[in-house]
């Protein structure tokens, strides 16, 4: 949604509630057998995996810069891109189960102390790696945005919430308060806001 709206590209958002699990409902598990958002639609198209969306939506306004044309640029986003899903994400990803999906989807309110210890040492392996690669850099790949930057951030939304251990990272700060401050990702932050989960 925030690579979208970056672009300026008209779409209309279907709300997954996930908390409901209407990712398992047949007609979308049909889309996504991955029972997963999101997932783009675009006439008989469809396209799972954020990373992958990205990249059709950034495609689509090439002079935007968010997929660079010069090979070794656009090597360098998509390799930040594959590091998202098989470090980033996943170190982040205990802290939002823990702390906000629990307690908002399953109704727990105790963290499993356990896993938040051995996430906090997996979360501090990778936010290093971010940390030291953004020092001299305004966005993840030099100066310029791009899919890389809405890829990570994407995980820092719940920082917050999720009690991110982010205070030794002043660089990642920095950054995502760079990032933070577009006026996509603001308009992004406020169409996300979770509807009531009674909501029709
Ligand atoms: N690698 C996938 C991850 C998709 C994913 O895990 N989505 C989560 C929400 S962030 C989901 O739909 N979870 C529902 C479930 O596990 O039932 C992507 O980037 O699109």
């Known amino acids: ?69 010069d090979e070794r640029r656009r090597l360098d986003v998509m390799r930040w891109q594959f590091w998202e899903h098989a470090h980033w994400d996943p170190a982040c990803a205990v802290f939002a189960f823990e702390y906000v999906a629990k307690p908002v989807v399953l109704g727990i309110n105790e963290p499993d102390m356990i896993a938040i210890a051995k996430g906090t040492e997996a979360f501090h392996r990778v936010a290093k790696v971010l940390d030291g690669h953004l020092e001299n850099k305004r966005f993840v790949t030099g100066d310029t945005l791009t899919l890389a930057d809405f890829g990570i951030g994407s995980a820092m939304i719940l920082a917050e919430m999720a009690h991110y251990p982010l205070e030794p990272y002043g660089e990642i700060k920095r950054w995502y308060a760079t990032l933070s401050a577009l006026p996509a990702w603001q308009k992004t932050r406020a169409q996300s806001a979770m509807p009531a989960a009674n909501a029709a």
């Open 1 to 69: 949604m925030a690579v979208a709206n970056h672009l300026g590209l008209d779409y209309e958002i279907r709300f997954v509630d996930l908390r409901k699990g209407d990712q398992k409902a047949p007609q979308y598990a049909a889309l996504n057998p991955n029972m997963r958002m999101p997932t783009l639609k675009e006439g008989e198209y469809v396209l799972w995996e954020s990373s992958a969306i990205a990249q059709y939506l950034a495609a689509k306004k090439p002079e935007s810069g968010l997929l660079p044309q």
